[in-house]
C-alpha cells in the first residue's frame, strides 16, 4: 500500500513537470503575463495539467485531476499579476507542490496518518541532525567565515562586487560536500574542490590577496561542511535503513 501511494504521488509530480516546464511554450506564459485572467492559453494549459494528471493517476481520480485544474489555473494567474524573477517562482512551484500534497493527503491520509509521521520525525535523531548541519552551513556559517577571513577581504578592491554571489557560492557549496561527506563519497569532494580551483584560478593578473581570499574561504567552507558529519553522526546516509531515514 505504501508503494502505492508512493507510485501515485510520483506520477502527480511526473505529470506537473512535464506539463509546467516541457509542453508549455514559452508564447503560453507570455499571453499569460499580457492578459492574465482573460488570457486563453493560461485555461489551455490548466487543462491540459488536469488532464495530464488524470491519465497519469487514473480515470477514478477525475475529481482530483480537476482540483488539480482549477488550482493551477487560479496560481498561474496569481503569478501573471508579479515580476518574472525567482522569488515568485519559488513560491509558485511550491504552491503547486502543496496542491499535489494535499491530493495526496486527502486520497491516502488522515490525521491520525500524520500525528504517527509526525511522532516518528520527533524521535529521529539523525533527521534532526542534519537539519541542525543544513541550517548551519547556510547564513551563520557565511557570517563566521566572513568574520574570519575579514582581514584580507578589507584589503581588496571593491570587496561588494564578490559579497553576493560568493553568499550563494558558498551556501551551495557546503551543502553540497555536507551530501557528499554524509553519502561517504569523499573523493567526489576533491572532484569538487579541483573543478573549482580550475575555475577561480584560471584569471589573469588576479591580485595575490584575493586569491588568498578565495582559497582560505572555499577550505574553510569545506572543512565547516566536512566538520557536520560530527554533529550528524559516524554512520554514512546510505548505510542508513528506510526506517532510519523515513
Known amino acids: 500500500m505504501i508503494i502505492l ?33 482573460a488570457s486563453s492559453r493560461l485555461y489551455l494549459h490548466g487543462l491540459v495539467t488536469g488532464l495530464a494528471a ?14 488539480i485544474l482549477i488550482t493551477h489555473i487560479l ?13 515568485y517562482f519559488i513560491i509558485d512551484q511550491c504552491l503547486h507542490l502543496g496542491v499535489l500534497l494535499l491530493c495526496w493527503y486527502f486520497t491516502f491520509l488522515n490525521t491520525d496518518s500524520l500525528v504517527v509521521l509526525w511522532s516518528k520525525i520527533e524521535k529521529d535523531t539523525h533527521l534532526w541532525a542534519v537539519a541542525v548541519a543544513v541550517l548551519f552551513l547556510t547564513t551563520p556559517a557565511g557570517i563566521l567565515i566572513g568574520q574570519l ?37 569523499y573523493s567526489a569532494i576533491s572532484l569538487l574542490i579541483a573543478a573549482k580551483g580550475i ?26 561542511a566536512a566538520l557536520m558529519k560530527y554533529v550528524y553522526g559516524t554512520q554514512p546516509l546510505h548505510r542508513l535503513s528506510y526506517r532510519q531515514i523515513c
Open 5 to 37: 501511494q508512493q507510485i501515485w504521488l510520483l506520477k502527480l509530480m511526473l505529470a506537473h513537470l512535464l506539463t509546467d516546464f516541457i509542453l508549455q511554450p514559452r508564447s503560453w506564459i507570455d499571453n499569460r503575463r499580457a492578459k492574465h485572467f
Open 199 to 224: 575555475i577561480r584560478f584560471n584569471e589573469k593578473d588576479r591580485p595575490e590577496v584575493k586569491t588568498e581570499y578565495l582559497v582560505i574561504g572555499t577550505l574553510m567552507s569545506i572543512l565547516m
Open 54 to 67: 488524470w491519465a497519469f493517476t487514473g480515470l477514478e481520480y477525475w475529481p482530483i485531476a480537476l482540483f
Open 75 to 87: 496560481i498561474d494567474g496569481w503569478k501573471s499579476y508579479h515580476p518574472d524573477g525567482p522569488a
Open 149 to 185: 577571513t575579514k582581514g584580507w577581504r578589507e584589503k581588496i578592491v571593491n570587496p561588494e562586487s564578490l559579497a553576493n554571489a560568493g553568499k550563494w557560492i558558498g551556501v551551495t557549496e557546503r551543502i553540497i560536500v555536507l551530501m557528499l561527506v554524509l553519502l561517504g563519497q
